[in-house]
């Protein structure tokens, strides 16, 4: 089992930038996948960025590509979501997964959320 919390939400103006971080707890391998997912109120949840446990691969849907950064820091735990550039469109609650690293975008265990809110 893995546990995951996220934290760094909040409202920022169009323009600016937030940090969102996810403390991961259990059993995490190496070859785990960490992912960002994001739901805007009447939309589906979508992919935004992912990376291997280890940080040597990143992996980014096109609409946050130049502007969003995922990262880990493994001697914490944690990984963390730099999204700079935000656009009123960022707006949502943004979810950290984990997966066995098998795809990209299917991952198994999920975090509550963090609701990011990005006024114009």
């Known amino acids: 089992q893995v546990q995951l919390v996220e934290s760094g939400g909040g409202l920022v103006q169009a323009g600016g930038s937030l940090r969102l971080s996810c403390a991961a707890s259990?059993?995490?391998?190496?070859?785990?996948?960490m992912g960002w997912f994001r739901q805007a109120p009447g939309k589906e949840r979508e992919f935004v960025a992912a990376?291997?446990?280890?940080?040597?691969?990143?992996y980014y849907t096109d609409s946050v590509k130049g502007r969003f950064t995922i990262c880990t820091d493994n001697a914490k735990n944690m990984v963390h979501l730099q999204m700079n550039s935000l656009k009123p469109e960022d707006t949502a609650v943004y979810y950290c997964?984990?997966?066995?690293?098998?795809?990209?975008?299917?991952?198994?265990?999920w975090g509550q959320g963090t609701q990011v809110t990005v006024s114009s």
């Open positions: 997964a984990a997966g066995d690293g098998s795809s990209w975008t299917e991952y198994a265990y």
């Open positions: 990376i291997s446990w280890s940080g040597g691969s990143t």
């Open positions: 259990g059993r995490i391998f190496s070859s785990y996948a």
